[in-house]
């Protein structure tokens, strides 16, 4: 009984540290929060580069054609966008920079640009000596070239971040594999995942080199629509691999079966190779951290009744250890001698001796 006792001790600690274990990506840690400080800032500076460009096409209008009244306070309204984005961008509030980028400033710079755009498209008809042309095409392509190497620089700086994030994701996920080693679980699923992932970060610090911020820009456009599914792959593999073991311990659980179902939903989406679609990452999330929701409790259940069970075997272990000494004590009263009906007397009185020889009693 007390191997057994110590084994489901075992068994039980084992769960624990399960529970303690089997997570979930949520939890911003510093690195990735300094990261996304960072990615927001040089999204600010992006955007920057595009109004900072608009403002110098429009001195070159005026500067040769004279101001454009309609250009003017277009750039004034983005000007003012950008100000605000500069508050959202100081406050790291990315929500909040998203939303207005999306429903504030992409209107008003697209309604910026094409005034600008409808006045070089015309500059023809302006009365402009064919030296004053040439400059103005002149001026307009150093605009450009200024506005390119802004723009490259900030694409540059973008990626080196999130090759950041990607080594910080790699050593996360190492640390998990690791883990999960150690408690002797099926790990080809993760290392494939993160096999992949260390192939594109290698593949974007070659670009970084390489200073291609064209060649940069398209990689990062098709790592971005990867990432989460790569991530999605890594969880899904990392909760299955935890409810195998967790289910073994468990004497295969029946109520694993429910979870199984979810799971195997799960991997229509997470099959290498898929491609996400609209609604689909946030099907996927949703899922997972519904499944490590259900193996967490599921696993809290199973320990909770291995303890009960636990507790009746110790109070049966008891009632039986008392039983054995109430026996073995009455068990000894009957063997000892007895005179009068009355046991426990001293043999070793000459009395004694003689009444008990006389009743044929050997002491």
């Not at 600690?13 to 911003?28: E, N, S």
């Not at 990261?35 to 460009?53: G, M, P, T």
């Not at 005026?62 to 959202?88: H, P």
């Not at 209107?107 to 004053?132: C, E, M, Q």
Request: glycine share 4%; net charge neutral; aromatic share 8%.
């Amino acid at each position: 009984m007390k191997t057994m006792t110590n084994l489901l001790k075992t068994t039980i600690f084992t769960f624990v540290l399960f529970i303690a274990m089997i997570g979930f990506v949520q939890a911003v840690d510093t690195n990735e929060s300094d990261n996304a400080k960072q990615a927001l800032s040089i999204r600010y500076d992006h955007l920057a580069c595009k109004v900072d460009f608009a403002a110098a096409q429009n001195d070159i209008i005026t500067k040769y054609i004279g101001e454009n009244i309609a250009i003017t306070s277009a750039q004034e309204k983005v000007r003012s966008d950008l100000t605000q984005l500069e508050i959202y961008k100081n406050s790291n509030d990315q929500k909040g920079f998203d939303a207005y980028v999306q429903d504030t400033f992409k209107n008003d710079y697209k309604t910026l640009d094409k005034k600008i755009g409808d006045t070089k498209k015309d500059f023809k008809s302006y009365n402009l000596t064919n030296t004053s042309r040439e400059a103005f095409k002149t001026d307009l392509k150093a605009a450009v070239k200024t506005y390119n190497e802004c723009v490259s620089a900030k694409e540059i700086a973008m990626a080196k971040v999130a090759a950041k994030q990607y080594e910080h994701a790699e050593t996360k996920w190492a640390k998990d594999i690791e883990q999960m080693k150690k408690k002797n679980m099926s790990v080809a699923d993760v290392e494939a995942v993160q096999a992949e992932m260390n192939a594109r970060l290698e593949r974007l610090k070659e670009l970084i080199a390489s200073g291609n911020s064209t060649a940069i820009r398209e990689y990062e456009k098709e790592m971005r629509s990867e990432h989460l599914h790569l991530w999605a792959r890594f969880e899904e593999g990392r909760i299955k691999g935890y409810m195998k073991k967790v289910e073994a311990i468990s004497g295969n659980d029946t109520r694993f079966k429910d979870l199984k179902e979810k799971l195997e939903e799960i991997g229509k989406y997470t099959a290498p190779g898929y491609k996400f679609k609209e609604g689909d990452a946030d099907r996927v999330w949703d899922g997972l951290k519904n499944s490590t929701r259900e193996l967490r409790e599921t696993s809290k259940d199973i320990i909770k009744q291995r303890m009960e069970t636990e507790k009746e075997n110790r109070k049966q272990v008891n009632e039986d250890r008392k039983d054995d000494r109430e026996s073995r004590t009455s068990n000894e009263q009957e063997r000892m001698p007895a005179r009068d009906g009355k046991r426990g007397q001293n043999s070793s009185n000459p009395q004694n001796s003689e009444d008990n020889t006389a009743d044929g009693v050997k002491v």
